[in-house]
C-alpha cells in the first residue's frame, strides 16, 4: 500500500472505479471524495450499485478499475480484514450478525482487531490474556451502552428484536474503532419513530470523531443528516452535493420516478 | 466452624455444580480417579484400567477435532492421517525401523521429548495441508480433508525402504521415568517410590499418562475457547463474511483452528505408538476418522465435556458391548434355557453367529437413533441447543404458514 498525494481533507477518496461482473457494470466509473467528519449519503434506486460499491471500498470485490484511497492509503484490492484493521467499519443490507453467540461476544469479535493476545497468552491464559479480555469485556459492555441494547448483552444475537439488531451491527463495526463507518440502509425496515432515533444515534457517532458514509432509501432521513449526497442510477453517478439541491435534480427526479413524457 | 464455611461459600460449590459442564467435569475426574483401584478390586487384573488408558486415546483424539468441527465449524475427514503422523514421528525414533532404512542408524529418542515433536509435526502438516484448501468452503473441504487421510496411510503403506510398509513397526520403546510412585490404587500392596521406572507395558502407568494429557488438553483447549481466537473460530463458523469485514483474518484463523486441531492428533499418535508398542498402515484408516467425528457429533459439538462422554460412550460401545455381545448371548439363552437356539440349522446361524454378523448393523442403528432422539448430542453446547430448537421452530412456523397461505 503505497502513499498516494494526500488530500488531508479527505478521508475517503474514489476515482473512477469501476465494478464489472461479466457483461454487467455495476459501478461505472464513479469518483468521489468524502471529507473528515461529515455524514454522506448514497441513494439511488433499488440496482444501481450501490452496495456493490461498499463491497468494493472494503475489500469483498476486487474493483475492475479505479483507485480508493483512505486516508492517503491507497487500497485498492486490499483483503476485508486489512480494510478493517486500517480503519473502515460497515455494517450490512441484511444483518449479518454471528447469530449464536451473544451479543456482548458479538462486540467482542468487533474488538478481535485492536487486541493483542497471541496464540500462547490464550493457551495458558497468562495475566496479560486476562487482562486484555477483562478490557475488552468492559468496552463491548459500553459500546452496547452507546447504542442502547446493554440490556441484551447475554442474549443471542438472533433472539434480539429486528431494530436492536441493527444497533447490535453498528456497536460492533464501532468496536474496530473506525475512521470511517459504511452503513447499508441502516433504517430499512424501521418505523419512523426508530428512524428518528436512529438519526440520533447517527450524531452520537459523529461526535466521537468518526466519519459516517451511509446507504439509505428514506430520502427523508439523507436530507435530514447528511451534509453531502451521491446519487447513483445504473452504476453511474448522476448527481452529487447538499440535499437541498439534489432534491431538485431533474435526473434525479427521473432515476426515482421514471421519465415523464 | 465459620472458617471452613467462608472457604466452602468461597468455592462456590453450590453455583459450579449447577452449571452443568463443570458437574460432568467433576464426575469424570472422580470416576477417573478411583477407575483403577476400584476395577483392580473388584476384577482382580488390570484389563479394565488397560482398556480406559486406551479410550484415553480417542478422547484425545475427539478433544483436538472438536476444536477444527465444533468450534471453527470445519469438516474434517482425514482426521485420521495427523493421528498417523504422530505415530509414526514416534515410532521411527524410538525403535530399531531407522537401521534397516537408507540412514542405517536406529534413533532412540526419549518419549517424552518425541510427544511434542509428533506434536508438532502433526501441526505442522496441518498448516501444510490447510494453507492450500482452507479457501473452500464447506463440502469441498471435507473431500480435500477426505483425499488427504487416504494419502497419508497410503505413503506410510508405500514407502517401505522407512516404514516397514505392511510389516509394520514393531517393538517401540516405552516412555520411563527417573522415578514414579507406586500404591495400592495399582494393585501393589505398599505405596514405595520406584527408581529408574519403565512404563513396559504397565497399564495403570500409562493410564496415569492419559489422563493427565486429557486434563491438561482440556484445560488449553477450554481456555482457547474463551479468547480473542476462540471467539475468531465461532465467528468464522457463524458468518465468514461478516467475520472478515470485522478484521479476522479468516484463512490464517482457519489454519490456527487445523494446526490445533492436529497437534493433539499427534500428541495421540504418540502416545498410541508408545502403549501400543506397534504402529503399522491400517491403524488409521478411514473409518478411524469417521469414528472420531461420530464421537463429536455424538457427544455434542462444541462442547468439550460432551465430546468426552461421546468418546467413552462409543469406545465403550465398540469394543466392548458389540464385541462381547455374542458371547453374552450365548451365556444368555443358555441360562434361560434356549440354549437350542446357538445351534446352527439351515439357514440359521446360531445365536451367537449372527450376533456376530450384526454387530455392525447394530451399531448403525444405534447411531440413527441416538440422532434421531438426540440431534443435539448427548451434552450439547448451549449454542447447539438453541440451534436445533431454533431449527424446529422456523420448521413449525414455515408449517402454520403455508396452512394459511392454503
Do not use: C
Given at each position: ?14 476515482t473512477?472505479?469501476?465494478?464489472r461482473f461479466g457483461?454487467?457494470?455495476?459501478v ?21 450499485g450501490?452496495?456493490?460499491?461498499f463491497?468494493s471500498v ?5 474493483p ?13 484490492g486490499?483483503k476485508p ?10 455494517t ?8 449464536f453467540?451473544?451479543?456482548?461476544d458479538?462486540v467482542?469479535?468487533?474488538?478481535h482487531?485492536?487486541?493483542k ?29 452507546f ?16 431494530g436492536?439488531?441493527?444497533r447490535?451491527e ?22 419512523p419513530q ?9 450524531r452520537k ?8 458514509f ?6 427523508k432521513?439523507v436530507?435530514g ?12 453517478k448522476?448527481?452529487?452535493?447538499p ?8 435526473r ?10 | ?8 461459600s ?8 449447577r ?9 469424570l ?8 483401584m ?10 479394565l ?8 486415546t ?24 495427523f ?22 542408524h ?5 518419549f ?11 501441526a ?5 495441508l490447510?494453507f492450500?484448501?482452507?479457501?473452500l ?16 496411510p497410503?505413503?506410510?503403506?508405500n ?9 509394520a ?7 520411563s521415568?527417573?522415578?514414579w ?24 502407568a500409562?493410564?496415569v ?17 474463551r479468547s480473542?481466537?476462540?471467539?475468531a ?29 492436529a ?18 498402515p491400517?491403524?488409521?484408516?478411514f ?34 458391548v ?5 458371547a ?8 434361560i ?10 439357514a ?17 442403528l444405534i ?8 440431534p ?6 448451549r449454542?447447539?441447543e ?6 424446529v ?5 414455515t ?6 397461505a392454503?
Amino acid at each position: 500500500m503505497s502513499e498516494a498525494p494526500a488530500d488531508r481533507d479527505s478521508i475517503l477518496e474514489l476515482t473512477e472505479l469501476t465494478k464489472r461482473f461479466g457483461g454487467l457494470l455495476a459501478v461505472d466509473s464513479v469518483s468521489l471524495q468524502i471529507k473528515r467528519g461529515e455524514v454522506f449519503a448514497l441513494i439511488g434506486p433499488n440496482g444501481a450499485g450501490k452496495t456493490t460499491l461498499f463491497n468494493s471500498v472494503t475489500g469483498m470485490f476486487r474493483p475492475t478499475s479505479g483507485r480508493v484511497v483512505f486516508d492517503g492509503r491507497v487500497i485498492t484490492g486490499s483483503k476485508p480484514h486489512e480494510v478493517a484493521r486500517l480503519g473502515i467499519a460497515r455494517t450490512f443490507q441484511n444483518i449479518r450478525l454471528f447469530d449464536f453467540m451473544t451479543a456482548v461476544d458479538n462486540v467482542k469479535v468487533g474488538r478481535h482487531v485492536r487486541m493483542k493476545a497471541k496464540v500462547w497468552d490464550s493457551l495458558f491464559k497468562l495475566p496479560r490474556e486476562r487482562h486484555e479480555e477483562e478490557r475488552v469485556t468492559e468496552e463491548a459492555m459500553e459500546l452496547l451502552r452507546f447504542v442502547g441494547i446493554a440490556r441484551f448483552a447475554n442474549h443471542y444475537a438472533r433472539n434480539l428484536p429486528y431494530g436492536q439488531q441493527r444497533r447490535l451491527e453498528i456497536a460492533r463495526a464501532l468496536a474496530t474503532e473506525p475512521k470511517l463507518l459504511l452503513l447499508d440502509e441502516p433504517a430499512a425496515g424501521f418505523t419512523p419513530q426508530e428512524k428518528v432515533e436512529l438519526m440520533e444515534l447517527v450524531r452520537k457517532i459523529l461526535t466521537r470523531g468518526i466519519t459516517v458514509f451511509l446507504i439509505e432509501h428514506d430520502m427523508k432521513l439523507v436530507m435530514g443528516i447528511s451534509e453531502r449526497i451521491v446519487v447513483l442510477d445504473h452504476g453511474e453517478k448522476i448527481a452529487e452535493g447538499p440535499p437541498e439541491e439534489v432534491r431538485k435534480d431533474r435526473r434525479v427526479i427521473e432515476a426515482y420516478l421514471g421519465k415523464s413524457a | 466452624m465459620p472458617a471452613a464455611r467462608s472457604l466452602w461459600s468461597r468455592l462456590h460449590l453450590r453455583e459450579r455444580i449447577r452449571d452443568r459442564d463443570t458437574a460432568v467435569y467433576g464426575v469424570l475426574l472422580i470416576v477417573a480417579l478411583v477407575w483403577p483401584m476400584a476395577t483392580i478390586f473388584a476384577t482382580g487384573d488390570t484389563f479394565l484400567t488397560s482398556q480406559a488408558a486406551h479410550a484415553g486415546t480417542w478422547v484425545l483424539l475427539a478433544v483436538g477435532l472438536n476444536v477444527v468441527v465444533g468450534f471453527a465449524g470445519l469438516l474434517d475427514l482425514g482426521y485420521a492421517a495427523f493421528f498417523a503422523i504422530g505415530a509414526y514421528s514416534y515410532a521411527l525414533f524410538a525403535s530399531f525401523q531407522l537401521a534397516s532404512s537408507p540412514l542405517h542408524h536406529a534413533y532412540h529418542l526419549p518419549f517424552w521429548l518425541m510427544l511434542f515433536v509428533g506434536m508438532f509435526v502433526a501441526a505442522a502438516f496441518g498448516a501444510i495441508l490447510g494453507f492450500p484448501t482452507l479457501r473452500l468452503r464447506g463440502d469441498y473441504l471435507a473431500i480435500v480433508t477426505l483425499g488427504f487421510g487416504e494419502i497419508v496411510p497410503q505413503l506410510f503403506l508405500n514407502l517401505d525402504q522407512w516404514t516397514g510398509g505392511i510389516n509394520a513397526i514393531g517393538s517401540i520403546d516405552q516412555p520411563s521415568l527417573p522415578a514414579w510412585i507406586t500404591g495400592p490404587w495399582a494393585g501393589a500392596n505398599d505405596i514405595a517410590i520406584v527408581r529408574d521406572f519403565n512404563f513396559s507395558f504397565d497399564p495403570v502407568a500409562y493410564y496415569v499418562l492419559i489422563v493427565i494429557l486429557i486434563i491438561g488438553a482440556v484445560i488449553l483447549v477450554n481456555n482457547l475457547h474463551r479468547s480473542r481466537l476462540g471467539r475468531a473460530w465461532m465467528a468464522i463458523r457463524e458468518d465468514e463474511v461478516a467475520a472478515a469485514a470485522m478484521g479476522i483474518n479468516t484463512v490464517t484463523t482457519k489454519l490456527l483452528a487445523f494446526a490445533i486441531g492436529a497437534s493433539f492428533s499427534g500428541f495421540a499418535g504418540a502416545y498410541y505408538g508408545a502403549s501400543f508398542g506397534l504402529v503399522s498402515p491400517d491403524s488409521f484408516l478411514f473409518v478411524v476418522s469417521v469414528t472420531v467425528l461420530v464421537m463429536v457429533v455424538l457427544g455434542g459439538m462444541g462442547n468439550i465435556a460432551g465430546v468426552i462422554i461421546g468418546a467413552i460412550a462409543i469406545y465403550f460401545l465398540l469394543n466392548s458391548v458389540l464385541s462381547s455381545l455374542p458371547a453374552n448371548l450365548q451365556s444368555l439363552s443358555n441360562a434361560i434355557g434356549l440354549g437350542w437356539l446357538n445351534n446352527s440349522n439351515g439357514a440359521w446361524p446360531g445365536l451367537s453367529e449372527l450376533a456376530q454378523r450384526l454387530q455392525f448393523l447394530l451399531y448403525g442403528l444405534i447411531l440413527v437413533l441416538m440422532m434421531l432422539l438426540r440431534p443435539q448430542g448427548i451434552f450439547p453446547s448451549r449454542i447447539r441447543e438453541q440451534e436445533l430448537k431454533h431449527a424446529v421452530a422456523t420448521e413449525e412456523e414455515t408449517v402454520v404458514e403455508q396452512a394459511h397461505a392454503s
